[in-house]
């Protein structure tokens, strides 16, 4: 079984700039694969010439893109990109929802930290 795993990150960005990041190719392109294509639903992401396909299971503008890889092992296995404005303070929340094996938890969060500082300085945020 699988580990869910939660991160929560905060931007110094609008949510429509930083939803454009999450949702569109040209977005994820820029800081999380080396290259984004878009067929209807199916979503090719391309790290050093390989391919991984997704489809795109849920948009909310401006909220919420969820994807499940086509090759996962489990169904209801996904991740999510979740924006939420804290009420308080204005502050831009990006809450990751993915889910690894238990040996691979610490591996997959540095690798959305990593991940997320890209997305900060494309940002400027």
Known sequence: M??????EYIFSSSVKVLFSRLSTPAGLS???ADDVFQKGNQFIF?????E???TLVELKSNA?????WD???EEDEYFEFNIHVEPLTG???LIITDFADEDEVNDTIELWNKQMDILHRNLGA
């Not at 391309?46 to 390989?50: A, F």
């Open 2 to 7: 699988r580990r869910k795993i939660e991160l």
């Open 46 to 50: 391309i790290w050093n010439g390989s």
């Open 64 to 68: 919420v893109v969820r994807f499940r």
């Open 30 to 32: 820029e800081w999380f």
């Open 52 to 54: 991984q396909p997704a």
């Open 71 to 73: 090759d996962a092992e």
């Open 91 to 93: 502050d831009v929340a």
